[in-house]
């Protein structure tokens, strides 16, 4: 077991933590103030934070888990609990976090709850991506005794990837970047997402 893990992820810390619904709820009233979750509150990141709550309420509605999916999370025999990492500004979380919350809906043995990113810096710098904070990250842990099973983040695999080819392309803005991620999502439905979580609940059982 990772005791540096054990000694972040408390019992404490996931009773604290938000469930899906109290997240949104967090944003919303967040917004409502002109404010977003971490420390950043400037026109930028507001309008990305209210782009997102629009990306959440449409995937909320469109996202349908596939068949096979379904059945392996209804028919799970461990008891896991899915902490994300997250901010309320990040695209990725606003594309992924909502089929991950269909995911544990369809799994009595899940439970899943949400920490912020810039709130719990000792818990994301255990978890970085390339040396960078990069959000969602999903920590999936043992109900019982806390134990790290297994992580996933901050992208399906295939967009990372692509992600992180056009970010070292000169030719390609900040601005572009940001489309062609945003399209992919838009494009794939979550179904990169869903058959990695398919992978990733056979090697975690």
């Known amino acids: 077991m990772d005791t540096t893990t054990e000694k972040h992820i408390t019992r404490e810390l996931i009773e604290e933590a938000f469930t899906y619904r109290q997240y949104r709820e967090l944003i919303d009233k967040l917004l409502e103030r002109g404010r977003t979750t971490g420390d950043k509150d400037s026109e930028e990141i507001i309008h990305y934070t209210r782009m997102n709550v629009q990306r959440m309420k449409r995937q909320d509605k469109q996202i349908s888990l596939n068949e096979s999916l379904k059945e392996k999370l209804e028919n799970l025999g461990s008891n896991w609990i899915w902490l994300v990492i997250t901010e309320g ?34 818990i994301m710098d255990q978890y970085l991506t390339d ?40 030719e390609i803005s900040k601005e572009e970047w940001a489309e062609k991620l945003h399209k992919w999502y838009a494009d794939n439905k979550t179904e990169e997402q869903q058959k990695e979580f398919e992978q990733l609940i056979e090697e975690w059982t």
């Open 131 to 170: 040396g960078s904070r990069s959000i969602p990250k999903l920590v999936c842990l043992d109900a019982e005794s806390l134990e790290e099973i297994g992580t996933w983040g901050p992208r399906p695999a295939v967009i990372q990837e692509k992600a992180m080819q056009w970010k070292d392309d000169p």
């Open 89 to 122: 500004w990040c695209g990725d979380a606003a594309q992924n976090i909502p089929a991950i919350n269909k995911m544990a809906e369809a799994a009595p043995n899940i439970e899943l709850k949400f920490i912020l990113r810039d709130e719990h810096p000792e």
